[in-house]
């Protein structure tokens, strides 16, 4: 099965939907890259009983975001 996007480099849409596809990879690792930082700060980080509860909160408000828009972590980087 192949699949072929094309892109009217010449339109404004087209061109920021070309960004978007040509820079899909890049976002995948800057968001995995995300969530394995706050895994290691929750894991290995020597917080505080306060850090660890906000740095816990971003993490699950991060999946939150994550969810809401179907962005799966799982599917992306597997």
Do not use: C, P
């Not at 906000?54 to 939150?64: A, H, K």
Request: aromatic share 8%.
């Amino acid at each position: 099965m192949k699949a072929i996007l094309e892109f009217d480099l010449n339109e404004q849409d087209d061109k920021e939907a070309h960004l978007r596809a040509t820079l899909s990879l890049d976002m995948a690792i800057a968001i995995w890259d995300m969530e394995q930082e706050f895994r290691g700060r929750l894991k290995h980080g020597q917080l505080g009983e306060v850090e660890y509860k906000v740095t816990e909160d971003l993490r699950n408000s991060f999946y939150q975001i994550l969810n809401k828009h179907g962005v799966d972590l799982d599917k992306m980087m597997s």
